[in-house]
C-alpha cells in the first residue's frame, strides 16, 4: 500500500516539473539561479514566486522586460503594506508610526530646544503619517535645525538604508532587521526574512551614546585622533559606523548570551500603532517585569504596557527563559528579601529607585555637544575629528584633504530625506564625553532614572560667504536631558555615597557639599568647579547642573512626567540621617563582615 502511494507521489512531482519549470517567475530564475529559494540558513522564510513580492514580469526573455515595474526592495515601507501585508496584516501599518520609522522623538525635542516649536510633542516625523506632518526643507521652514536633522541626523530610520560604512549597512523598511548581513554589512545572510535577528543587526542604527553599542561592550572614543593612540595605525583606525570605538565591560544579559529580541517584543519593537512624545514610553520592558520586586517574585512576564513576553514561561518555582536565536533555557533568577539578601533590596524607600540606576556599571554620555554649520573650505580645522560618527562627513574631509589647497572646494553634504546636496556641513563634537559620570532624576513613573544628555545643542552659524552668523550659543529654551536605562547591567552596585550626599548626582553640577548651611538654611554647595562663563557660554552651571538647591529645573526633561529632584527630596538626600546610618552600617557588615580568625602574633 505504502509502495503504490510512494509511487503515486512520485509520478505526481515528475508530471509537475515543467510546469513548475514554466512558472511565474521562470525568467527570474533563468538569470537569478542563486535566489530560486528565497530561504535563509534557519530554514525560515517565503517559499513563494519572486513576483509575489518583487512584482516585475517573471516571465520575460530579457532582463529589460523582465525589470519593468519591479521593486528591488518589497519590504521598503512604501512597499510593504502590499508586499508584506496580506500575509502580516496591520504590522506595516505599525511600523510606519514605530519611533524608528517615524524619529518622531528626536526631531522633535531637537526642534523645541532650537525654539522651532512651543513644545517636544509629536508634530513632525521623517514622513507625513497620521498626525505628523513630515518634516520641512529648511528653504520652506527657515529654521537652521531643520537642516541639521536632514543633514546629519535622519540617516538611521526604515525609509532608507544604512549608511555606507561597516557595522551601518543594511536595508530600509522591514528587510532592515529581518535580513540580516554580515558584521560588515556587506551580505546579507541568505535570500530570504528571518526573525533570528543577531545583535549586530540592532546595532546597526542603535550606536552612539544613546542606547545599544554599550550592550556588547563598545563605546565610542572622542572623536580626536589623539584619543586613537592605542590603535595599531592611530592615522587609519578600523573605524566601525565612521567611529573609533573603546572596549568596555559588556552588559551580563550580552555575556549570558541573551539578544535584543529575548527581552524586547515585537510590539515595543515594531510599534503599537501609538505615536508617543519619546522612545522610553514606547517600552513597557522593566528589569522587575522578569526578576520582580523584592519580596513579590512574577508569576509571569508582563511588561508595564500589558505585554507578555512569549518566550519566558514558569517552570517550578520560578520563570525560564528560551533564547530566541539558540533556543537555549535561561533560568530568570528572582529578587528576595529577608537579612540575607542584599541591604539595597531590604530598603523600603528603594521601591522608588529603577533598577538600573545602581546596578547600571557606567553611563557612556556626551555631556554639551558643539554643532557648528562650517561653509568654508577649513578641512584641516576638523580633520583631527573626522571620525564622528557621520560617514558623509568622514568621506568628504578625506577627500578633499587629499586635494592641494587651492583645489579644495566649498563643502557640499547630501540631505538624508531628499537626497539633494545643499552647500555646508555639519561638524559636531561634544565638550565632555564620559563614561562614569551619574546623574539622576525622576521618570514617569516617579522612580529615580539615569539621565542621558542627548540634546545639549551649542550652536555656530556660518552664512554661505564663511561669514559668522551665531557664535556658540545656546539656542532657547535651554539644554535638555532624558531618562534612560544604560545597557551596562552588571551584579555589583553603586555604594549608598554614590547618591546620598553626592551634589552631582543628584543634578546640582560639577561641586560638592561643604561644611556648614546656607543663607537659607539648606547645604552649602562648593563654586562649580568649571566655568563655562569663562568659556563663552551663557551657561549658569555646567552640563550635569539639571536643577538648583531651590528645586528650580536648570534643563528640560524631555519625556513627559519625569522631572529633576524638588527641593525638599534634594535636602533629604543631600544630609541623609539616622535611618540612612542605620543602613550604611547594616550594608557595611555585610559587605565586610569581621573576621572570626584568631589575630597573628
Known sequence: MKRALYITLLAAI???????AAGPDAGCRRCHPDMAAPMPPAGQGHAIACTRCHLGQGQAATAQAGHAGLAANPAALDQAGRACGPCHPGWPQKVRRSPMATAVGLINQTRYLWGAQPDALPRYGVRAEGPLAALSAPAQSGRPVDDLLRRRCLRCHLWTAGADADGARRSAGCAACHRPRDAQGRRPQGHGLTKKIPVRQCLTCHAG??????????????????ARFLDPDP???????ARSWRPMQPDLHYKAGLACLDCHPRSEVMGDNVIRPAGLLAVGLRCHTCHGRP????????????VRLNN????GAGLMLRGKLDGRLHRVPALTTGPKSSVAHQVPQHVKVACHACHAAYAPAAWGLQ?????????GLWQPIAAQGDPQVLELIERQMRLPPGQRSLPMTRDYLSGQARPGVWILSPFFRRQEWRVYGLGPDGRAYLLSPRFQYVVTLLDDKGRLVQGAAIPAPGLGLTPYNPHTTA???????ACHGAAR????GLTFVQEGRDKNGGPRLAPGLWQPKAEGLNLAGDWTRVVDLSGRPQQALLVPGARPYNRSELLRLLKPGKEYTRWLLKALAQEWPPSTEAPRR
Open 505 to 508: 548626582a543628584l543634578g546640582l
Open 14 to 20: 515528475l508530471s509537475a516539473a515543467p510546469a513548475l
Open 235 to 241: 592615522e587609519r583606525p578600523a573605524l566601525w559606523q
Open 312 to 315: 519566558v514561561s514558569r517552570q
Open 295 to 306: 519580596g513579590a517574585p512574577p508569576h509571569e512576564a508582563v511588561t508595564s504596557l500589558g
Open 491 to 497: 551584579r555589583a552596585t553603586m555604594g549608598c555615597a
Open 371 to 379: 554643532v557648528q554649520l562650517e561653509t568654508r573650505t577649513a578641512y
Open 209 to 226: 551614546c544613546g542606547v545599544g553599542a554599550e550592550y556588547a561592550g563598545r563605546t565610542p572614543r572622542d572623536a580626536l585622533a589623539g
